[in-house]
């Protein structure tokens, strides 16, 4: 009996989450999917004008550095539907829908190629900024962004109501950047940015597509099928065939991407262990993962040759076996005394801008203080002479900034007004003017103090009778 409610309440907990994570459940027609994956393949019309313009604000958002702009070119950039569009076709057998897909991509590509390149090889700033820079050289990141960057636009796609999945998924994975990264490196002939730019182009086309069609599969739209059992098999197998061509490398370079990454996370830590040292420091450090070579330029006491020795041989102990560790010292004259400048003037420069930053705020923030307290004094005399105004009888109006201490609480900050009056004033017309004056000065933290001829008699009464006391 326990195991049959245990079995019940498995299968219910299996039945809600099947139905809440179900992809099928608000899934639109397989016919709507692939005619709008279809639609985006197409690169006629108007679609070439309008990569050609996301391709200048992309490539002057580059040149001026300006990720802004940047981001706005991604948006409007149609690189993605030939990309989607041969992921679909490799899902449903449709090789014809594959070849246009890739062709219009290669012209797509082309095109962005030319025109960048076009646009660098006239504009006046030829140095490559950050934005550019960071397009050279892709890691693991870059693939998985990819793979899930495709997966969430195949789902955004394929639901009855479209969804601003695919503009997003275009910021995320950024496929025109690299192009025109790339475009960068043949105007100003430094081949290693086309490489690097390429390489990442080629990581979100490939990873894009391989997420679409596996997101088609699970989503089970209808497979093609063809009238001829041999021509089908040979379809399918040259699909098999692209499919594998293009994992295989890019697993591989997916690969090397991680291994290039742990090998810099394991230098890095390397580093930081073995050369905190208390009269040497070191300067700069270059990590190469392609000839496994670390290198660093110390200042300070120099180390000895036995000490150099042993951190050597510790490097098989950091998982960093086979690696040549290269160290510069005080009287080296392989010391790059150019880097090392730059590196202290860049460490000044960002603890300059830090301190100016905190004391910009700190300016800021007296400003608004100050701001308040004019405020606060401007108020105060239309505020006294309204009082006045209804109430002859006062005499003095004190109006000034408090704070209330009481046990167990935070202090309070409030406005005090004190009244002199010539006459004792009624409790109504006390509470007229406390909710008058929590009305004018727009807060409730406020306190009203009355000060009345009685009260002055009293005050006066308790100091001649203190008074006469102190005298005896």
Same mark, same amino acid.
């Given at each position: 009996?326990?195991?049959?409610?245990?079995?019940?309440?498995?299968?219910?907990?299996?039945?809600?989450?099947?139905?809440?994570?179900?992809?099928?459940?608000?899934?639109?027609? %397989?016919? !709507?999917?692939?005619?709008?994956?279809? %639609?985006?393949? !197409?690169?006629?019309?108007?679609?070439?004008?309008?990569?050609?313009?996301?391709?200048?604000?992309?490539?002057?958002?580059?040149?001026?550095?300006?990720?802004?702009?940047?981001?706005?070119?991604?948006?409007?950039?149609?690189?993605?539907?030939?990309?989607?569009?041969?992921?679909?076709?490799? =899902?449903?057998? %449709?090789? +014809?829908?594959?070849?246009?897909?890739?062709?219009?991509?290669?012209?797509?590509?082309?095109?962005?190629?030319?025109?960048?390149?076009?646009?660098?090889?006239?504009?006046?700033?030829?140095?490559?900024?950050?934005?550019?820079?960071?397009?050279?050289?892709?890691?693991?990141?870059?693939?998985?962004?990819?793979?899930?960057?495709?997966?969430?636009?195949?789902?955004?796609?394929?639901?009855?109501?479209?969804? +601003?999945?695919?503009?997003?998924?275009?910021?995320?994975?950024?496929?025109?950047?690299?192009?025109?990264?790339?475009?960068?490196?043949?105007?100003?002939?430094?081949?290693?940015?086309?490489?690097?730019?390429?390489?990442?182009?080629?990581?979100?086309?490939?990873?894009?597509?391989?997420?679409?069609?596996?997101?088609?599969?699970?989503?089970?739209? !209808?497979?093609?099928?063809?009238?001829?059992?041999?021509?089908?098999?040979?379809?399918?197998?040259?699909?098999?065939?692209?499919?594998?061509?293009?994992?295989?490398?890019?697993?591989?370079?997916?690969?090397?991407?991680?291994? %290039?990454?742990?090998?810099?996370?394991?230098?890095?830590?390397?580093?930081?262990?073995?050369?905190?040292?208390?009269?040497?420091?070191?300067?700069?450090?270059?990590?190469?993962?392609?000839?496994?070579?670390?290198?660093?330029?110390?200042?300070?006491?120099?180390?000895?040759?036995?000490?150099?020795?042993? /951190?050597?041989?510790?490097?098989?102990?950091?998982?960093?076996?086979?690696?040549?560790?290269?160290?510069?010292?005080?009287?080296?004259?392989?010391?790059?005394?150019?880097?090392?400048?730059?590196?202290?003037?860049?460490?000044?420069?960002?603890?300059?801008? !830090?301190?100016?930053?905190?004391?910009?705020?700190?300016?800021?923030? /007296?400003?608004?203080?100050?701001?308040?307290?004019?405020?606060?004094?401007?108020?105060?005399?239309?505020?006294?002479?309204?009082?006045?105004?209804?109430?002859?009888?006062?005499?003095?109006?004190?109006?000034?900034?408090?704070?209330?201490?009481?046990?167990?609480?935070?202090?309070?900050?409030?406005?005090?007004?004190?009244?002199?009056?010539?006459?004792?004033?009624?409790?109504?017309?006390?509470?007229?003017?406390?909710?008058?004056?929590?009305?004018?000065?727009?807060?409730?933290?406020?306190?009203?103090?009355?000060?009345?001829? =009685?009260?002055?008699?009293?005050?006066?009464?308790?100091?001649?009778?203190?008074?006469?006391?102190?005298?005896?």
């Amino acid at each position: 009996m326990l195991n049959a409610k245990t079995a019940t309440k498995r299968h219910r907990l299996i039945q809600l989450l099947t139905q809440r994570f179900s992809l099928l459940s608000d899934k639109a027609s %397989d016919q !709507e999917i692939e005619r709008r994956i279809r %639609d985006g393949v !197409e690169l006629a019309g108007a679609t070439p004008w309008i990569l050609m313009f996301a391709i200048f604000i992309a490539s002057v958002g580059l040149n001026v550095n300006s990720t802004a702009v940047i981001i706005g070119a991604m948006l409007i950039s149609p690189l993605m539907g030939p990309i989607m569009g041969a992921g679909l076709g490799i =899902a449903v057998y %449709d090789f +014809n829908l594959v070849k246009r897909a890739l062709l219009n991509l290669g012209i797509a590509t082309l095109i962005s190629l030319v025109v960048s390149a076009l646009y660098f090889s006239v504009s006046p700033l030829q140095d490559a900024q950050s934005e550019l820079l960071a397009r050279t050289t892709p890691n693991v990141w870059d693939v998985l962004i990819a793979i899930f960057g495709g997966l969430a636009g195949i789902v955004g796609i394929t639901r009855q109501e479209k969804s +601003n999945v695919i503009p997003g998924v275009a910021i995320a994975t950024a496929l025109m950047p690299p192009v025109c990264t790339a475009g960068y490196g043949v105007a100003t002939g430094q081949w290693n940015f086309v490489g690097g730019a390429l390489y990442l182009y080629t990581i979100n086309c490939v990873f894009i597509g391989l997420a679409t069609t596996i997101g088609i599969r699970l989503l089970r739209l !209808e497979r093609h099928g063809f009238t001829d059992a041999r021509m089908a098999k040979r379809v399918k197998l040259s699909l098999l065939a692209i499919a594998l061509s293009t994992a295989i490398p890019s697993t591989y370079l997916a690969v090397e991407l991680v291994n %290039d990454e742990v090998f810099k996370s394991n230098a890095k830590l390397f580093i930081s262990r073995e050369f905190s040292l208390q009269e040497t420091q070191v300067a700069s450090s270059k990590i190469n993962p392609a000839t496994r070579t670390i290198e660093v330029a110390l200042i300070g006491a120099p180390l000895s040759q036995t000490s150099l020795q042993s /951190m050597q041989g510790r490097l098989a102990q950091a998982k960093l076996a086979d690696t040549h560790l290269v160290v510069h010292q005080s009287g080296d004259n392989r010391i790059d005394v150019t880097a090392l400048k730059s590196s202290l003037l860049s460490e000044l420069y960002l603890n300059g801008q !830090e301190t100016l930053r905190q004391k910009d705020e700190q300016i800021k923030k /007296m400003q608004q203080e100050l701001a308040v307290k004019n405020l606060l004094t401007e108020q105060a005399a239309s505020m006294a002479a309204e009082l006045q105004a209804q109430y002859p009888t006062v005499t003095a109006i004190i109006i000034s900034e408090g704070f209330r201490f009481q046990p167990d609480a935070a202090r309070a900050k409030l406005l005090q007004l004190t009244i002199h009056s010539g006459r004792r004033l009624s409790d109504d017309e006390k509470s007229r003017i406390e909710n008058w004056f929590r009305i004018r000065s727009k807060t409730d933290a406020v306190a009203v103090n009355f000060i009345e001829p =009685a009260a002055r008699h009293a005050v006066r009464h308790k100091r001649s009778k203190t008074g006469k006391q102190h005298s005896h």
